[in-house]
Structures are given as C-alpha cells and as structure tokens.
C-alpha cells in the first residue's frame, strides 16, 4: 500500500518579482477569534485592477526589453531581426507616455486572482475586478473588441471591453495574488491542444513533432515570441492553463526535475534544444533571420496514462503581464519599466536594413504594380499616400454585396488594403494606435475580390495561405508584410490623416481612408507565385 503523499502541482520555490508599494488604505488585519483576517476594502481591487490594465497597456517588463536589446547586440541576429527589434523598441519608448498603446489590439482583460482562506472582502470580487477594467478602458485611448453574441449569427460590440475572464482560485495563508493579462486576438488564436499517446515520448518523435508544430505559428502573432510548450497534464483544461501560466513566466521558478510525486518541473534540456531548434528556422523577428523566439519555456506534467495532451502557446512582443500581491503590507504591483528609452541603442540604421523603395500609394494601380513587379521579396519599401483600411466584418459586408450583385467600390479596386483597426484617437493626434491585423483571417476573400478587381495590394502582418499566393500569382497582386508589434510607433510617425469612407455604425471594424507617409513594409509575395514565408520551410 502506497503511503498517502501530497505534493502542490506547481511547487513554486521563490517569487524573485520586484514590487512596486501603491497604498496601504482600505487594508487591515482584524483578530475573529482566534483568527487573524486580512480584511480588504472592495474598491482596493477596483483600484488595482484600473492601475494594473493601465499598465500593462503602456508598459514592458525590463526583461523583455533587455531581450530586443540583446537582439542588436547579437552578431549572428539578422538585419531584419535587428530592424525590427529596434523599431520594437522605439514603439516601447512612445508607448511608454501613456497615451498611445503598444498595439492596437488592446485586447481581451484576463484576470487570474488566488486569494487566501484568511483573507475577506465581502463582495464580489469578479465585479469590483470588472469594474476597474472598465474605467481604463473608458479613460484611455484604447479599443474596444470583446463583441456580445446578440443571436447565433449576428453580434454587437459591448463598448466597454467587457466581460473580461476573471478567474479567483482559493489558497492557503492571508495573501491576495494576482496575474493581469492583456491578451491580442493574435497571439491567442496561436494556442494549439494536441491530443497525443504515450509514442510521442521519445526525443525522435517529440522534436519532429515540436519542429513542425512550431514552424505553423508563423509571424501573424508578431515574433519574436515569448514560446511555452506543457508535455503532459490531468486534463486538456489543465494542460491549456499550465501552458497561459507559463507564457508569462509565472512558472520561472518551478523545480527543475520531476519525481513520482507528480508535480509540474521546468525541463531545461529541452528548453535549450527548442529554443536552438526556433532559431534554425530562418523565420527570425518576423523577416528571416534567428529570433522567431525571445526564449522558450517547457513544462512537464503528470498525466493519463491513456493520453499525453500537449499545449503549445506564445506571449507576442507586446507582451503584456503584470503581477500583484495584497497582504498585511498594503497593495503592491510589479514594476514595469517606466523608462525604455535607456534599451535604446546607438545604431547606424544603414547597418540594419539593404535600400528601401518608396512607393507613392496616390499614383494609379498600374503605376504601382508596375513598380513592385520589379522588385523580389523581402524588398523593404517606404509607403507614402492614402490607404484603405479593412478588416474581417468590412470583409464580409463586401462580400455579401458582391454575392447579391453589386460590384466593389472604386476606392478598394484602386488602392492598397491595410488589414487593420484604430485604438481611440488621443486628443491632438490624428490617429489611435494603428498596427497591422492578422493577416490570414482575410485569406478566405482574396481571390474572390481580386477576381472583382480589388484587394491587388495587401499590407498586414504574419504569413498567408497557398490560396492567397495562387490568387495574386494568377491576378497580378502583392501582400506586402508590416512590422507587427509596433502600432503606437506607426502612429506617431507614419500616419496623417484618418476618416471614416463606410459603414461607420462598425465602429472600430468600419472601412477607412487613411494618409501615410513613409509607412515601412516589406514585400512578402509577389505576382510571379513567390512567398517569402514559404521559403522558411
């Protein structure tokens, strides 16, 4: 008979996150009994909550910074790696002023709470939560994309970004802790569950399988990504919440190896092969070259005998986490890096990029196809004129009049496409936070509109289907790629002027017009049938 033997799954052994003291008001210690119980007024939460989502909207950890810097001062990095980690780092800089985002995908508000047996609140916790998500988003300049199902087929946006995903988990001791996550549609439609048997436990067939699971993410979450893989786990639920802890480092400090107690371990070893196998891609920061991954987490677990899930997830450039604590102390949240401007480098950019092509987007179709034909892939270009702006619900109403027997409108036959969607437009500036969407969503409709005469030159982020490089092989278009992870950068420097041109009740998913001047892309595939993402394989 086996002796009873109770081990925590995630044996955390240190917490080395270096706090920030925000206030000790609304938080006191009172005796019940014998009992002391750590009583916290409910807008304590409110509070935090509000500051925490402001943060992480504006603000980077310093590792993660240190990280892009280490990028430039890598002599095997890229030009491209070097490129766009530098422009990561400018757009960290601007954000940093807390007016424009790091992204415009300000994304869905996740709460993760453990709250101590001795700790009282006396009210509902998720809704004092809520609430402090929904002032920052109503006081800043961010968007709004949480939409309400309002039937099976049609939807509404709610105008708050509400509901958010709060999650209270009980522990024991008199300490509220907390993980506040603000996470893009991108980088969470690059979460995969992979239902697997006991023969994917050997280190031929796990690495052919990681190898070829990891080179599908593609770059439409903005690389380079924070990677974290969980081997393992009771359940697929579990596996895939293993695997969010592990995407913003929560996990850093579990032991480093496994013993028949079951508990979750760090495996170093494969860390190191993952992460050298990521570099070998020749994906890099979003262009070619070795940083496809910052770094790279991978988590063990006990499991079914029956089953071996395995989790596979990224936390994008925009990588946006912090942590709090409330106990006997006050409130404290982790510290962020205020100042991002110090990571910035001395760089000669002629060392980071080869000659760049203006293109004047005002100049005809033609004009304009005629100028990229002549140039190959990766072809780093300067875009200056007026753009049209998409996304995925102005796609659809496109759609749909093309099917009842209307034409596309002249304005999306005649100029460039930019799959993207505006955060709030601060007070003096002409834009929001305006960085590019992912660009696959858009895949279904490619051939369909360049068949009608439009969508001949699309510009977004990340990789595209085979469909989308037949159709603009067959109809003359191009999909130019632009830096993901770099919207408040874009919209200081690069964009003008924005209006809306249709379907203004869409809100933020209405058609525009936008002004851009040296806007930077690439050529990604052209009209011979080339790809450069398809090269990478």
């Known amino acids: 008979m086996t002796n009873f033997n109770y081990t925590p799954t995630f044996p955390i052994e240190k917490d080395n996150t270096e706090y ?65 980690a530098l422009e990561m780092l400018k757009n960290a800089n601007i954000s940093s002023a807390g007016i424009l985002p790091m992204c415009q995908d300000t994304g869905t508000a996740i709460v993760l709470g453990y709250k101590g047996e001795m700790v009282q609140t006396g009210h509902d916790d998720v809704e004092k939560l809520s609430k402090g998500i929904y002032n920052t988003y109503q006081s800043r300049n961010l968007r709004y994309s949480q939409l309400s199902a309002t039937s099976m087929f049609e939807e509404k946006n709610t105008n708050s970004n509400l509901p958010a995903q709060v999650e209270i988990y009980s522990t024991t001791g008199s300490e509220y802790k907390f993980a506040f996550i603000q996470k893009g549609g991108g980088s969470a439609n690059k979460s995969f569950l992979f239902q697997k048997t006991k023969s994917i436990l050997n280190p031929k067939s796990l690495e052919e399988f990681l ?69 070998q891609m020749g994906i890099g920061a979003q262009f070619g070259g070795k940083y496809f991954c910052h770094d790279v987490r991978v988590i063990r677990l006990s499991r079914h005998g029956a089953s071996c899930p395995i989790g596979i997830g990224v936390s994008c450039s925009a990588d946006r986490q912090v942590l709090a604590k409330i106990n ?127 969508s001949k030159i699309m510009l977004a982020k990340g990789n595209r289907s085979p469909e989308v490089k037949a159709s603009c092989e067959k109809y003359g278009g191009f999909y130019l790629g632009s830096i993901g992870g770099a919207a408040a950068k874009l919209a200081k420097d690069s964009i003008k002027k924005i209006e809306v041109k249709a379907f203004p009740e869409l809100g933020m ?15 990604i595939i052209d009209d011979k049938g080339n790809d450069f993402y398809s090269q990478k394989k």
Not at 229 to 242: C, D, L, N
Not at 245 to 255: G, V
Not at 403 to 420: D, I, W
């Open 211 to 279: 190898h070829e699971s990891i080179i599908n993410i593609g770059t439409s979450a903005c690389p380079p990504y924070h990677l974290a893989i969980v081997i393992g786990g009771t359940s697929a639920e579990f596996t895939m919440k293993t695997l969010k802890l592990a995407t913003i480092r929560y996990l850093d400090n579990l032991p480093k190896k496994g013993d028949d107690s079951g508990h979750a371990w760090r495996d170093l070893e494969w860390e190191k092969k993952v992460l050298k196998l990521t570099q």
């Open 20 to 84: 920030e003291f925000i206030t000790k008001e609304g938080v006191k210690e009172e005796r019940f009994g014998k009992k002391i119980i750590l009583n916290i007024d409910p807008r304590v939460l409110e509070l935090l909550s509000e500051r925490a989502f402001g943060d992480i909207s504006h603000l980077l950890r310093p590792s993660h910074l240190k990280q892009l810097k280490n990028i430039l001062e890598d002599g095997e990095a890229s030009d491209n790696d070097k490129y766009v």
């Open 328 to 454: 006997n102390n006050g409130v404290f949240i982790e510290k962020l890096e205020k100042n991002p401007a110090k990571y910035l480098p001395e760089i000669n950019k002629k060392e980071l990029s080869e000659k760049t092509i203006k293109i004047n987007l005002n100049n005809s179709m033609d004009n304009i196809l005629s100028v990229l034909t002549k140039h190959p892939i990766k072809t780093k270009l300067l875009l200056s004129g007026s753009l049209i702006v998409a996304r995925d619900i102005a796609h659809a109403k496109l759609l749909e009049n093309l099917e009842n027997g209307e034409e596309l409108p002249e304005y999306f036959k005649n100029k460039a496409v930019y799959y993207a969607g505006p955060a709030k437009t601060p007070n003096g500036l002409p834009s929001g936070s305006f960085g590019p969407t992912t660009a696959g969503r858009m895949d279904i409709y490619v051939e369909t509109f360049q068949k009608a005469g439009g």
């Open 509 to 523: 998913e209405a058609i525009w017009e936008i002004e851009v001047e040296n806007f930077p892309a690439f050529i």
